[in-house]
């Protein structure tokens, strides 16, 4: 069965993993906030403590996990968080990544967060994609289509 890890599983994590959980996968979502972790558990998905603007905390939770989607294009933080959310700390994720069981990684690409560190994110996922071969995309604002991309990049490596 197939683990899904849902960086940022606020309301459309929490929406986004009952559509996994519905088509049989195992999904694992974080918060950076303890407060967080109830509304994550209550929707059936296991909850997590993680900070991703320390990458550390997020790959801790990556040894049984095929998909990561890194719902934070909506994030809230100080400008200096935010840039670190969608540069350097997603730059040090995806540069471990490779030496995990994930199979490919999801990225919000719209959202609140100013469109130029979106932009910046998107194109560094895109660079780990080619460079590493981890199978990737960049999600629309549309959750509905998420557990599509989800699912499809985890039949893509099997």
Request: with cysteine; aromatic share 4%.
């Amino acid at each position: 069965m197939a683990r899904a890890l849902i960086v940022g599983c606020g309301c459309r994590g929490r929406e986004l993993g009952g559509r996994l959980l519905a088509e049989g996968w195992q999904v694992r979502g974080t918060s950076r906030r303890e407060a967080g972790l109830e509304p994550i558990a209550a929707a059936g998905i296991e909850s997590a403590h993680a900070d991703p603007s320390q990458p550390g905390t997020v790959l801790e939770l990556v040894g049984d996990v095929a998909v990561v989607v890194w719902l934070l294009g909506s994030a809230e933080g100080s400008p200096e968080e935010l840039a670190a959310l969608h540069g350097r700390a997603l730059e040090r994720v995806l540069e471990r990544i490779v030496e995990t069981p994930v199979r490919g990684f999801l990225y919000e690409a719209e959202g609140s967060v100013d469109a130029t560190l979106l932009a910046h994110g998107r194109e560094t996922v895109a660079a780990a994609s080619q460079g590493w071969r981890i199978p990737s995309a960049a999600l629309s604002a549309d959750p509905g289509t998420w557990a599509d991309e989800a699912i499809s990049l985890n039949s893509d490596r099997d």
